[in-house]
């Protein structure tokens, strides 16, 4: 018997690394932290029970069921990350947490495949949150925007990719893969 059998807490945060990229615990608490929240407003914003928030973050869970939770999750990173690079100040902050508890993950409630113009905008802007996670779980803002000037004469394109995605707003990504997509 492994580890990971003997272990279920060990196995769920193995499995919680797979599916979200890093231990759940270990995520929420720097939500916590970058946006000055508590787990009581955590699980509010994101439309969870405490208990269940606590069971994920310790480990006694390892998915979060709702995918609508989960675009919750991933707006809250890009908000963060907005506040740590001061792109977004404490008010607009707590106003933004607000609207992404109303509002995020919406357009999954229904199940079925929106065509609208406006699903269509909502799986670019998840795209792209998807890309802008990716960049920052890897590196900060100012290294990113130092390796996009490193790449900048040698290879413009993917300077811009770096500096949109990994150190822009969202909008400005949309755009920028949209203007791409043909």
């Known amino acids: 018997m492994d ?3 003997q272990d279920p807490t060990a196995k769920a945060r193995e499995l919680q690394s797979a599916w979200y990229g890093e231990p759940l615990g270990t995520l929420f608490r720097r939500l916590i932290d970058d946006l000055g929240l508590n787990q009581a407003r955590l699980a509010s914003v994101l439309g969870l029970s405490a208990p269940m928030l606590s069971q994920l973050m310790s480990g006694q869970r390892a998915k979060i069921g709702n995918p609508a939770v989960v675009q ?3 707006a809250l990173q890009e908000l963060a990350g907005e506040v740590a690079d001061g792109q977004v100040s404490a008010a607009d902050a707590t106003r933004r947490m607000e609207e992404i ?3 995020a993950g919406q357009s999954v409630l229904g199940g079925g495949t929106n065509h609208t113009a406006s699903g269509q905008q909502n799986t670019v802007k998840r795209v792209v ?3 802008q996670s990716l960049l920052r779980a890897v590196s900060d803002a100012q290294e990113i ?3 996009s000037a490193a790449l900048a004469t040698s290879h413009p394109e993917l300077a811009e990719f770096l500096r949109v995605y990994g150190a822009g707003k969202t909008a400005d990504a ?4 949209e203007a791409h997509q043909s």
Do not use: C, G, P
């Not at 949309?174 to 893969?177: D, L, P, Q």
């Open 72 to 74: 919750r999750v991933q």
């Open 101 to 103: 508890r109303r509002s």
């Open 174 to 177: 949309v755009k920028h893969y």
């Open 3 to 5: 580890a990971a059998q």
């Open 129 to 131: 949150r998807e890309i």
């Open 145 to 147: 925007l130092d390796a």
